[in-house]
């Protein structure tokens, strides 16, 4: 991948121009690879970082506002234990999504239920954490600003973004299938079983199932688990 020439500044996004595969029914020119543009060297602000940025805006101290941010997790899991949701003016709303559990313990795949199938409490599980953002929050980033960082990626994917991408999924899924990394990525058949059969050799994912029914399950020690 190309190096950036470009310096992360204050309310610019830097993006950078990845390739994709072609999707369903997509026409292309001969010769022609479709792009998809994503943010470029993004970085994770750390709970201490956040409390010294609010610290300047206000008259608590680092300490407290540090205090406050944790008491909120506690509360937000709290909240979404109870089956209800939690709104934060200015930022959003938090729920939860449920789901039917897809395998049994020793892995082996469940079948979908029906409708007219009873559905005990053990067949359910959390599906995802979802968020909402408020009106307010929207409507602060119609004025994004936008700026190159000249990077065109030669290959699709690089590996801390699907290792990312894995860690967040299984923080909500038991399993993820060929099909999910490839429609997630937009990337070929071919591309998703390489990036996961990849994985599989260096011991960090075990793959489940047969032929078209096939899926994957993080080993311990990977993806947070």
């Given amino acids: 991948m190309k190096t950036s020439s470009q310096t992360?500044?204050?309310?610019q996004i830097l993006y950078q121009t990845v390739l994709r595969a072609a999707l369903d029914n997509e026409e292309l020119a001969e010769g022609r690879q479709p792009v998809r543009i994503m943010p470029y060297n993004q970085t994770t602000i750390t709970t201490d970082e956040l409390a010294k940025t609010i610290a300047r805006r206000c008259t608590m101290k680092e300490p407290d506002i540090k205090?406050?941010?944790?008491?909120?997790?506690?509360?937000?899991?709290?909240?979404?234990?109870?089956g209800d949701r939690l709104k934060v003016d200015g930022i959003g709303t938090f729920g939860l999504s449920l789901a039917l559990k897809k395998t049994y313990e020793d892995g082996r795949k469940r079948q979908p239920k029906a409708l007219y199938e009873r559905i005990a409490a053990t067949d359910i599980r959390i599906g995802r954490?979802?968020?909402?953002?408020?009106?307010?929050?929207?409507?602060?980033?119609?004025?994004?600003?936008?700026?190159?960082?000249?990077?065109?990626?030669?290959s699709s994917l690089e590996r801390e973004e699907v290792e990312e991408?894995?860690?967040?999924?299984?923080?909500?899924?038991?399993?993820?299938?060929?099909?999910e990394l490839e429609t997630h990525f937009d990337i070929s058949r071919t591309q998703a079983l390489h990036w996961l059969k990849a994985f599989v050799n260096e011991?960090?994912?075990?793959?489940?199932?047969?032929?078209?029914?096939?899926?994957?399950i993080p080993v311990p020690g990977h993806f947070g688990r």
Avoid: C, M
């Avoid at 205090?67 to 109870?82: F, K, M, N």
């Avoid at 409507?139 to 994004?144: E, I, R, V």
């Avoid at 075990?206 to 029914?213: D, E, F, K, S, T």
């Fill in 129 to 154: 954490i979802t968020f909402t953002p408020s009106a307010e929050l929207r409507n602060s980033l119609n004025d994004a600003v936008f700026v190159s960082s000249g990077v065109r990626a030669d």
């Fill in 67 to 82: 205090g406050v941010l944790t008491a909120l997790g506690q509360v937000l899991s709290e909240t979404l234990l109870d």
């Fill in 203 to 216: 011991g960090a994912l075990r793959p489940l199932g047969v032929n078209n029914a096939r899926f994957y």
């Fill in 165 to 179: 991408f894995l860690t967040d999924h299984f923080d909500g899924h038991d399993w993820i299938t060929r099909r």
């Fill in 8 to 11: 992360k500044k204050g309310g």
